[in-house]
């Protein structure tokens, strides 16, 4: 089983609907969870944190269970610029290596 | 200002060559840190530098692949006797001090072993 596993889609969707991900991480030590962005072909760059409280940043939501080992990215108002790979990141505790998940792929269609 | 910057961008081995992927990260990052990411697949950690410390290399998959810092700033991954499996983005990352602070992906080289 992988530490970090999402469901690589793809989702497609159109514009301005709203559009959930998930994640589930495996090791219950682990303590930092965030999401990045991986357009094709370029690098990962960070979108958000993920904090136990849930965090809201504009159209993004990002949301913490720790009992279930569950992340979730909530999108609402999908633009076409949201098209990406978003992946779920998760570092171990005292632990300087973050396990990335492969990805879920997005398309927001006109 | 500048960011994580890597070269070569692509880079085409014979099987059986050495490469050296080369990583100059965001000035002053203590941190720095080398994934490997194959097509449809998240990036898998390699190995982190603190300064020229290397404190982790537990991803590094083979003792063919070596990676250094000298001088704590620009950084070296070296695989020995590339094999086909060794195809793949490697991703160099720096952050300001470990991974409690945001980390900064350089383009990558793309790495195809023919």
């Known amino acids: 089983r992988k530490e970090v596993e999402q469901d690589p889609g793809p989702f497609n969707v159109p514009e301005g609907a709203t559009v959930a991900f998930n994640c589930t991480y495996s090791n219950s030590a682990s303590q930092s969870f965030f999401w990045y962005r991986q357009d094709c072909r370029k690098e990962p760059k960070l979108l958000m944190s993920?904090?136990?409280s849930g965090n809201e940043d504009g159209r993004f939501t990002a949301q913490l269970n720790r009992a279930s080992q569950y992340i979730s990215l909530l999108i609402r108002d999908s633009k076409l610029s949201d098209s990406a790979t978003y992946l779920c990141v998760v570092i171990l505790y005292n632990n300087n290596d973050m396990r990335f998940g492969a990805g879920t792929r997005l398309t927001v269609k006109p | 200002g500048a960011g994580v910057s890597q070269s070569p961008r692509y880079k085409v081995a014979k099987r059986g060559q050495d490469v050296a992927l080369r990583c100059d990260p965001i000035s002053g990052h203590v941190s720095l840190f080398w994934y490997q990411q194959a097509l449809g697949q998240g990036p898998e950690f390699l190995t982190y530098f603190q300064n020229e410390a290397q404190l982790d290399k537990s991803g590094l998959p083979s003792d063919r692949f070596f990676a250094e810092r000298p001088e704590g700033s620009v950084s070296t991954l070296k695989i020995q006797r590339t094999q086909q499996e060794d195809s793949a983005v490697y991703l160099c990352a720096s952050s300001f001090f470990g991974t409690s602070y945001e980390q900064y992906f350089g383009p990558g080289t793309r790495l195809t072993v023919t």
């Open positions: 993920v904090y136990s």
